[in-house]
C-alpha cells in the first residue's frame, strides 16, 4: 500500500477525491478562460461564426433599454442599453484582476512581514507582530474608504505629470489593488509567522546554519519552501474576500468608475432596480448568480486545497 | 437564562446576578428610542440640504426648507407662482415703476414674539448683499439701486468712496415702512421680494451667533414654520409657528422633510406609506415614467427649468469656444429625452425655457456631427487626438449617472475624446460648482420669476451663479440695457440679443433639454400641492385630507393583517 509518494503527489491525490473542490477548480479554469477570451467575440471574423448574444460589446449604447433576456440578449440590456452579458464578463475581469493582484499584494506584504517577525523573534518579532494587532484593530474597509477619498486626486496628479492623461484613469484601478492588497495580508503574516517560528529551531535548519548559510538563504531556500502549501492554501481565501471587498467598494460608488464595470457596481445599478412598480430582475438576479458561484466555487476550492494539503488528512 | 444559572446562593453570585443585570438593564435602556410622533406630512425633499440660510441657498430642496422658515415682503401664491402680499401688507409703486414703499403687517412677529420691524428688512438685504456673507444669489438685489456696487466693492464715482451698506437704496422710514429705490423699472421686483434671498432673517441671533447662527435652538423665524430638528442625512422635522401672522389658515402641525438622493427609495417610501409628497426633480423614477404616467397619483406638467451642461471656460481645452461647440453639436438630446428621462421633456438648443410671455428664445445649435469633427480639428484636436482626458462633474442620482454615461458614449464615439464621470454628493457638487473645480458639469437652471432675466443675469461676469468663469462685457452690457428698458417689445429683443451671445456664439454652456414638472401624491389625501412655472409649492399651503395619522402607517398594516 505504501507508494513513493512526494507530499504534492499524495495532496493531489487526496484533492482529487474531494468533488465539490475538484467542480469549483473546473468552474473557476473555465470562468477564467471564457473571460480571457471573451473580447475576441466582438472580432468581425469570429461574430459570424458565434450566436448573436455572444458578440456585443459592454461599452456601446444601443436603442433597447431594458430589453429582457432574449435570444439576441441572452441576460438582457441595461438603461443604456447596454448588453448585460457582455458587462458581466467585462466586470469579472476588473474582479477577478483585482482579487489576484489584490491577493498577490497581501501575499508579498504578508509573507515578508510574518516571515522576518518570526525568524528574527525577540524584540522585532514583537514589536512587528504588535503593529499587525494595531492594524488588525482598524476596521480595514473604512481604511481603504479613506485612503481612497483623501489620496485619489493627489495620486491621479502624479500620474498625469508621469505617464500622461489617458493613464490617469487607471489610477482608481490601481488604488483598488493596492488599498484593498494592503489591508488583508495581516492574517497572512501571522500565519507565515507562526510556521517560520516552529520551523527555524528544526534539525535542517541548524544543518544549513552550521554549514554557513546566512539568514537571508536559510529564509528564503530552506524555510519558505515549506510553507508554500499553507501560503497556496491561504492566497486562494484571500482572493474571494478581496473580490468582495472591491464589490462592496463599487456597490457604494468608490470602486470601478463608468463605463468600467466590476460585478460589485453591476449588482448596485441592478439594486438602484428594486421598486414596487416594475422590478427589471435580470439587472440583479445574474450579475449576483456570477458573484456568488464564483465566490462559493473560490472558497471550496481553497478549503478543498487546505484539506489536501493538511499533513493530518 | 444567564440570570437564572446565576442564582446561587453565594455572595460571588449574587455580584454577578447585580452585574448581568446592570448589563441587561443598560442594554434595555439603550436600545430604547424615545418613539418620534409620524409628521402630518411627510416629503421627499431630494438632497441634503447644503444650509438653510435663505442668503446662503441655491439648490432647490435647501429654498424650499428656508423658504417655509423665513418669509420674505411677498411671498408665492401657491397655484400660479405670482406674488402675493406676505410680511407687507400692500406697497405703493411710484409712477416711474422705480421706488417701492412696502407697509409692514403690525401682526407679523418672530417666532420669539418681538414684532418684524422695516429694520430686520433693511438688515437682511444687506447683509445678502454684504461681501463677507458671500452670498451667490447676491446678484438678486442688484436692482436694488447700489445693491452691485456694494457687494462688488466699486467706488462710487461722484463721491469718490467705496459704496458702503449704507449707500444700498433700502431704508426704514418707519417701524412698519421699508422704502426701496431700484437702478432701473423691474417689472419682476415684487417676484424677487417672494424669493428666499430677499427673506427676513433674525438679526439677534446673527450678530450673536455668526456663521453658527442656524444651530440657536429655538431658531427664531419670521415664517409659517419653525425648525424643530435638522439630523444630517435622517430628516429636517419644521413644526407650525403659532406666531406667524396667518397662522390660523396652516393646516398641518408637523412636516418632514425627508433627504434622499434615490428615486427608488424615494419611490419605495412612497409606496409603503412612509412618505406623501414627492417633489423634487431629481427624485423622478424616469425608467418608470411609462407605467407611472397613467397613475393618478402622479401629477406631470410644464415648468420653467432647462438641464444644461456648463463648460469650465477658464482651463484648456474647453477655454476654446470651437472645443465647445464641438462638444455641443454631436449630443443626441433626442435619444436622452426618449430613451433616459421618458417624462416627455423637449430638448432644448437655448437656455430660455418656452412659456415665458413676450419672450421667444433664439434657436441654438442643432446637430452636426461633420461640422464638430471639422471644428475641433480646427482647435488642434484631429480625430480628437491629444485631447485631453476630461471629467464631468454631477450630484448622485440614477438619471443625471445615465444622463452621463449617455454622453461619455457619444464624445468617445463621435469625437474621439475620452470623459471621466466624477459623482459627489449634493453638497460637494455645489462647492465644487462654486470653486469652478471642474472641467465640464451637469447643471439644472430653475426659474426663480417668469422673466426670460432669471435665465439670463446669471450668466453676467461675477455672478455667483455663472459658474463658468465666461466673461463677456458685450453680454453683461446687454443685460443692463435691457433691464433699463422700458419698452416691454425693446426690452426682450435686447434679451433675445444676449441670449444669442450665450447659446450660438459663445457656449459657455451646451443645453440638453426643459423639464417635465413631476410631482407625485395622492389626491384623495393631500391637497395644496399645485402645479406652476416656477415648481413652487409653499409648505405653508399643503393640507392633508384625511385628517392626522399619529401613528406609523406601517404599524398600522401590521396590525390590520391577521
Known amino acids: 500500500m505504501m507508494e513513493n509518494l512526494s507530499p504534492n503527489q499524495r495532496a493531489w491525490r487526496r484533492f482529487k477525491q474531494n468533488r465539490p473542490a475538484v467542480i469549483s477548480m473546473s468552474f473557476l479554469a473555465a470562468l477564467c478562460l471564457l473571460v480571457l477570451i471573451w473580447p475576441l467575440f466582438s472580432k468581425p471574423a469570429l461574430a459570424k461564426l458565434l450566436p448573436v448574444g455572444m458578440t456585443h460589446s459592454p461599452v456601446e449604447l444601443t436603442d433597447q433599454p431594458f430589453a429582457k433576456p432574449d435570444m439576441t440578449y441572452w441576460m438582457g440590456t441595461d438603461v443604456n442599453g447596454r448588453d448585460l452579458l457582455s458587462r458581466i464578463m467585462h466586470g469579472a475581469r476588473i474582479s477577478i484582476m483585482v482579487g489576484i493582484v489584490g491577493a498577490l499584494v497581501s501575499l508579498i506584504i504578508g509573507v515578508l512581514w510574518g516571515a522576518i517577525a518570526g525568524y528574527l523573534g525577540g524584540w522585532w518579532d514583537g514589536s512587528m507582530m504588535r503593529f499587525v494587532d494595531i492594524l488588525y484593530a482598524l476596521p480595514s474597509i473604512v481604511f481603504v474608504i479613506v485612503l481612497i477619498t483623501t489620496l485619489e486626486e493627489l495620486v491621479k496628479g502624479w500620474f498625469t505629470n508621469a505617464f500622461g492623461a489617458d493613464f490617469a484613469q487607471y489610477s482608481r484601478m490601481i488604488f483598488l489593488f493596492v488599498g484593498i492588497g494592503a489591508v488583508s495580508w495581516l492574517t497572512m503574516a501571522r500565519i507565515v509567522r507562526g510556521q517560520v517560528l516552529s520551523l527555524k529551531n528544526r534539525q535542517f535548519v541548524d544543518a544549513s546554519r552550521s554549514l554557513g548559510a546566512g539568514p537571508g538563504r536559510i529564509l528564503f531556500r530552506h524555510i519558505l519552501p515549506n510553507v508554500l502549501g499553507i501560503i497556496i492554501v491561504y492566497i486562494t481565501l484571500t482572493v474571494p474576500s478581496v473580490i468582495l471587498y472591491e464589490s462592496f467598494l463599487s456597490y457604494l460608488g468608490l470602486g470601478i468608475q463608468p463605463p468600467f464595470a466590476s460585478w460589485g457596481s453591476l449588482i448596485a445599478e441592478g439594486a438602484a432596480q428594486l421598486n414596487p412598480v416594475r422590478i427589471n430582475w435580470w439587472l440583479i438576479v445574474f450579475p449576483a448568480i456570477t458573484l456568488v458561484s464564483t465566490l462559493m466555487a473560490l472558497n471550496f476550492f481553497g478549503d478543498g486545497l487546505r484539506d489536501a494539503f493538511d499533513p493530518r488528512g | ?562
Not at chain 2, 417666532?111 to 444687506?126: F, H, K
Not at chain 2, 442656524?214 to 413644526?239: A, K, Q, V
Not at chain 2, 423614477?285 to 393618478?296: A, F, Y
Not at chain 2, 471629467?391 to 442620482?397: A, E, G, M, P, V
Open chain 2, 1 to 562: 437564562m444567564a440570570i437564572v444559572t446565576a442564582s446561587t446562593k453565594q455572595p460571588t453570585g449574587i455580584r454577578h446576578w447585580a452585574v448581568t443585570a446592570c448589563v441587561l438593564l443598560v442594554l434595555l435602556v439603550t436600545g430604547c428610542r424615545k418613539l418620534e410622533q409620524r409628521a402630518d406630512l411627510i416629503i421627499m425633499n431630494g438632497a441634503e440640504p447644503e444650509s438653510l440660510d435663505p442668503a446662503i441657498v441655491t439648490g432647490q430642496p435647501d429654498g424650499r426648507v428656508a423658504g417655509a422658515l423665513f418669509e420674505g415682503l411677498t411671498r408665492f401664491n401657491p397655484k400660479n407662482a405670482k406674488p402675493i402680499p406676505g410680511i407687507a401688507e400692500r406697497w405703493d409703486i411710484s409712477p416711474d415703476g422705480q421706488t417701492y414703499t412696502f407697509y409692514l403687517r403690525t401682526n407679523a412677529l418672530w417666532s420669539t414674539g418681538e414684532p418684524i420691524t422695516a429694520d430686520d428688512v433693511v438688515y437682511s438685504w444687506r447683509r445678502a448683499l454684504d461681501p463677507l456673507t458671500a452670498s451667490d444669489y447676491a446678484g438678486q438685489l442688484y436692482y436694488v439701486k447700489n445693491g452691485e456696487g456694494f457687494n462688488t466693492g466699486k467706488t462710487n464715482n461722484a463721491t469718490g468712496k467705496v459704496y458702503t451698506k449704507e449707500d444700498v437704496g433700502v431704508t426704514a422710514l418707519d417701524t412698519h415702512t421699508v422704502k426701496v429705490d431700484l437702478e432701473g423699472p423691474t417689472p419682476f421686483f415684487l417676484d424677487l421680494c417672494a424669493f428666499r434671498t430677499l427673506a427676513v432673517v433674525p438679526r439677534q441671533s446673527i450678530e450673536k451667533h455668526g456663521d453658527r447662527w442656524l444651530m440657536e435652538r429655538p431658531l427664531p423665524t419670521s415664517g409659517p414654520y419653525n425648525l424643530d430638528f435638522w439630523h444630517i442625512h435622517d430628516r429636517i422635522r419644521i413644526r407650525k409657528n403659532p406666531l406667524y401672522w396667518d397662522a390660523k389658515n396652516i393646516q398641518n402641525e408637523i412636516i418632514d422633510l425627508l433627504p434622499a438622493e434615490s428615486a427608488t427609495t424615494a419611490l419605495n417610501l412612497y409606496e409603503t406609506g412612509e412618505a406623501d409628497i414627492i417633489w423634487d426633480k431629481n427624485l423622478i423614477p424616469s425608467e418608470l415614467m411609462d407605467v407611472l404616467k397613467g397613475r393618478d397619483y402622479v401629477h406631470t406638467y410644464d415648468y420653467l427649468g432647462t438641464y444644461f451642461i456648463r463648460f469650465n471656460v477658464t482651463k484648456p481645452p474647453f477655454n476654446d469656444v470651437r472645443v465647445r461647440k464641438a462638444l455641443a453639436l454631436v449630443i443626441d438630446k433626442e435619444r436622452l429625452v426618449n430613451n433616459i428621462t421618458k417624462s416627455g421633456e423637449k430638448i432644448a438648443s437655448c437656455l430660455t425655457p418656452p412659456g415665458m410671455e413676450g419672450y421667444t428664445s433664439p434657436d441654438g445649435l442643432g446637430r452636426d456631427i461633420e461640422l464638430a469633427r471639422k471644428l475641433l480639428a480646427e482647435a488642434g484636436f484631429p480625430d480628437g487626438k491629444g485631447f485631453p482626458t476630461f471629467n464631468y462633474l454631477f450630484n448622485t442620482s440614477e438619471m443625471h449617472k445615465q444622463i452621463a454615461v449617455e454622453l461619455q458614449a457619444m464624445w468617445k464615439k463621435e469625437l474621439g475624446i475620452t470623459m471621466e464621470l466624477r459623482q459627489v454628493e449634493w453638497k460637494v457638487y455645489l462647492s465644487d460648482q462654486s470653486k469652478m473645480q471642474f472641467d465640464t458639469s451637469r447643471s439644472s437652471w430653475i426659474g426663480d420669476y417668469v422673466d426670460p432675466n432669471t435665465f439670463l443675469d446669471m450668466f453676467m461676469s461675477g455672478n455667483g451663479n455663472n459658474r463658468t468663469g465666461w466673461a463677456n462685457p458685450q453680454y453683461d452690457e446687454l443685460i443692463r440695457q435691457a433691464n433699463q428698458e422700458r419698452d416691454l417689445t425693446k426690452r426682450a429683443k435686447i434679451l433675445h440679443d444676449a441670449e444669442v451671445l450665450l447659446i450660438r456664439e459663445d457656449l459657455p454652456i451646451a443645453p440638453l433639454f426643459f423639464y417635465v414638472g413631476v410631482n407625485i401624491f395622492d389626491p384623495a389625501k393631500v391637497e395644496g400641492v399645485h402645479q406652476n412655472l416656477l415648481d413652487e409649492h409653499p409648505i405653508w399651503n399643503l393640507r392633508r385630507k384625511d385628517g392626522r395619522s399619529t401613528s406609523r402607517p406601517s404599524a398600522q398594516k401590521l396590525a390590520a393583517s391577521p
